[in-house]
């Protein structure tokens, strides 16, 4: 066989190799870490006013309720009252995905929260996912030891509706990303970039509002 055909062939090989090298980096699978659908309770959370959540059937078997919109945590500066930590989870690079429901149409004011790279009740990060949005509702938030401020100038409207949303948020701590998505999974409702915190717990919850949760589920990256 010619020399040139054996450097062809040589040379396709190579590039086989890379190309499969390549693709199964890309299409390694996520480490799932946490598992939730609240079928067997809620020991594995920690909550700050459990008077306002409750297991109730929504659709989806279990899930997890904010059953009114007042609470008795009072943070110590301005941000969410409704918060559930999990409690044996601390991550840096993570993603979650959930399911949502608002139980209570409460119009503009609909909103869940998402909590991460938590250090403690004064230095968090919270995704704001309210219904008409402004510099207060509907952002990327960070609380840092002074009441909660907008990280992003999101205007986009949060669909809210009467139906189960899905939800995923992703956190990159090498380059700052954070990223959250609703219902479209390929494009972002709004996305930052900030290195403030690093890793920390991951929970659920609302401003002010009702909202039940399910089918959690929290990745490694």
């Known amino acids: ?35 939730e659908d609240f079928e067997q309770g809620i020991d594995r959370w920690e909550i700050f006013d459990p008077k306002t959540w409750a297991i109730e059937e929504h659709g989806l078997g279990k899930s997890f309720a904010i059953t009114r919109r007042e609470s008795e945590y009072q943070p110590k500066v301005r941000s969410p009252l409704h918060i559930a930590l999990v409690k044996e989870i601390q991550v840096g690079d993570f993603e979650i995905t959930f399911k949502v429901k608002s139980t209570k149409n409460t119009g503009n004011h609909r909103d869940c929260c998402i909590f991460f790279n938590y250090q403690d009740p004064t230095h968090f990060y919270y995704v704001h996912l309210g219904a008409k949005p402004d510099p207060a ?73 009702m909202d039940a949760f399910d089918d959690i589920q929290i990745f490694d990256r």
């Open 137 to 209: 509702s509907g952002q990327i938030m960070i609380v840092n030891g002074e009441p909660r401020r907008p990280l992003t100038t999101n205007d986009k409207i949060v669909p809210w509706s009467e139906s189960w949303h899905t939800v995923k948020l992703v956190r990159k701590l090498s380059t700052g990303q954070i990223a959250v998505y609703f219902d479209d999974m390929k494009q972002p409702q709004m996305e930052v970039s900030d290195k403030t915190f690093g890793s920390g717990r991951i929970g659920i919850g609302s401003f002010d509002d």
């Open 1 to 35: 066989m010619p020399m040139r055909y054996l450097s062809l062939i040589f040379l396709s090989l190579i590039i086989l190799r890379f190309s499969t090298i390549v693709f199964a980096e890309e299409a390694s699978p996520r480490k799932s870490i946490f598992i």
